[in-house]
């Protein structure tokens, strides 16, 4: 028993080197995570497999949104420490750089079809497949040879905060260990509020509802839906990120009981404010975006998500009276899109 103890510490020891890499590594980029364990692998002992499963540590993270994990295996080899999982929803892999990958041997596969893998060598038979899997959430997964690899990724798809993190160890409800910032993290497992998580009172601009906001001034209204953030106060007839419309506008909607939608106006002026915006009609989704016109400038793109169709329009007040969905004026059928947003 004591040889078969002494084998195994000897087997964790570079894989808990390792994960302290990993926690350091995250901890300074500010990526809220967690450390669990995966069970259900056998390792090799004395050059043969067990038969009996052992644990190996996971992180458990979100990047840009999408729920990662990376694995430390206890058995590697020079070629192989690890790997990497993502798992975007349909429209985010379709809207993913794969080129992070390129220094990984990756696959991306269909969440519930495994034999539904999708080769990224021709882009644009890659996201027609996508387009037409009846799939709507995929998986990203990666073998890596050393850390730096998955660094990398962390530091193409990670966004640092503008204010510096305190950073907090704490138990979650959950059960998980959890290592988050003091001012604005949640628990990556389970998605709960940090004991830590320091919210302030206030009142909702638009309704007068009590309410809670961060640090920040950000905060979301339960009544109304009103999105706190303290440019849109300085700035109450514009419409500024988060919100979609102006705060006096909003205002005048909620006295009239009608909802916070934006007209054709405020969705280009969002558009200026944000540079991509989406909408849905009869059930296709469009993108809007500002896109280079390689002179120093930029022309507006209207893409249709299922056939792939791209028309340019050189400034908003030509997008605004030509720009047209199923052949018809979108200024004429704007009242029937529905889901204006922030490009998701």
Same mark, same amino acid.
């Given at each position: 028993?004591?040889?078969?103890?002494?084998?195994?510490?000897?087997?964790?020891?570079?894989?808990?080197?390792?994960?302290?890499?990993?926690? !350091?590594?995250? $901890?300074?980029?500010?990526?809220?995570?967690?450390?669990? @364990?995966?069970?259900?692998?056998?390792?090799?002992?004395?050059?043969?497999?067990?038969?009996?499963?052992?644990?190996?540590?996971?992180?458990?993270?979100?990047?840009?949104?999408? !729920?990662?994990?990376? @694995?430390?295996?206890?058995?590697?080899?020079?070629?192989?420490?690890?790997?990497?999982?993502?798992?975007?929803?349909?429209?985010?892999?379709?809207?993913?750089?794969?080129?992070?990958?390129?220094?990984?041997?990756?696959?991306?596969?269909?969440?519930?079809?495994?034999?539904?893998?999708?080769?990224?060598?021709?882009?644009?038979?890659?996201?027609?497949?996508?387009?037409?899997?009846?799939?709507?959430?995929?998986?990203?997964?990666? *073998?890596?040879?050393?850390?730096?690899?998955?660094?990398?990724?962390? +530091?193409?798809? #990670?966004?640092?905060?503008?204010?510096?993190?305190?950073?907090?160890?704490? !138990?979650?409800?959950? $059960?998980?260990?959890?290592?988050?910032?003091?001012?604005? $993290? #949640?628990?990556?497992?389970?998605? !709960?509020?940090?004991?830590?998580?320091?919210?302030?009172?206030?009142?909702?601009?638009?309704?007068?509802?009590?309410?809670?906001?961060?640090?920040?001034?950000?905060?979301?209204?339960?009544?109304?839906?009103?999105?706190?953030?303290?440019?849109?106060?300085?700035?109450? *007839?514009?419409?500024?990120?988060?919100?979609?419309?102006?705060?006096?506008?909003?205002?005048?909607?909620?006295?009239?009981?009608?909802?916070? +939608?934006?007209?054709?106006?405020?969705?280009?002026?969002?558009?200026?404010?944000?540079?991509?915006?989406?909408?849905?009609?009869?059930?296709?989704?469009?993108?809007?975006?500002?896109?280079?016109?390689?002179?120093?400038?930029?022309?507006?793109?209207?893409?249709?998500?299922?056939?792939?169709?791209? @028309?340019?329009?050189?400034?908003?007040?030509? @997008?605004?009276?030509?720009?047209?969905?199923? $052949?018809?004026?979108?200024? *004429?059928?704007?009242?029937?899109?529905?889901?204006?947003?922030?490009?998701?």
């Amino acid at each position: 028993m004591k040889k078969t103890v002494d084998n195994l510490n000897n087997l964790y020891k570079p894989t808990f080197e390792n994960t302290d890499k990993m926690t !350091k590594f995250l $901890g300074s980029h500010c990526v809220d995570h967690a450390l669990d @364990f995966h069970y259900g692998h056998r390792i090799k002992i004395n050059e043969k497999f067990t038969n009996e499963l052992y644990p190996i540590p996971l992180f458990r993270f979100k990047l840009q949104g999408i !729920k990662t994990e990376v @694995f430390f295996d206890v058995y590697t080899n020079k070629n192989y420490i690890g790997y990497i999982k993502l798992y975007p929803k349909k429209e985010e892999l379709l809207s993913f750089n794969i080129k992070i990958f390129e220094s990984l041997k990756y696959l991306v596969y269909g969440f519930y079809n495994y034999q539904e893998k999708i080769n990224f060598e021709n882009l644009e038979e890659a996201r027609t497949k996508i387009e037409q899997s009846k799939e709507n959430k995929f998986i990203i997964y990666a *073998d890596f040879e050393n850390l730096e690899q998955i660094f990398n990724i962390v +530091e193409m798809l #990670s966004v640092r905060p503008n204010k510096r993190f305190s950073m907090a160890n704490y !138990k979650c409800e959950c $059960g998980h260990y959890i290592t988050v910032d003091a001012y604005n $993290g #949640s628990c990556p497992v389970c998605g !709960k509020d940090s004991t830590f998580k320091r919210k302030f009172a206030t009142k909702c601009p638009v309704c007068g509802t009590n309410g809670l906001k961060d640090q920040y001034g950000r905060g979301e209204c339960d009544k109304c839906g009103w999105i706190f953030d303290p440019f849109v106060e300085e700035q109450k *007839d514009n419409v500024i990120y988060p919100n979609l419309i102006s705060l006096n506008k909003a205002k005048k909607l909620y006295s009239e009981g009608k909802p916070f +939608e934006p007209n054709l106006d405020e969705f280009i002026e969002a558009l200026n404010c944000y540079s991509e915006m989406q909408f849905e009609y009869n059930g296709i989704y469009y993108a809007v975006e500002f896109v280079s016109n390689g002179e120093d400038e930029y022309d507006i793109e209207l893409y249709n998500s299922k056939t792939g169709e791209a @028309f340019i329009f050189k400034t908003t007040d030509d @997008f605004k009276n030509n720009a047209k969905v199923e $052949g018809k004026l979108l200024k *004429d059928i704007w009242e029937e899109t529905t889901d204006r947003y922030w490009l998701q």
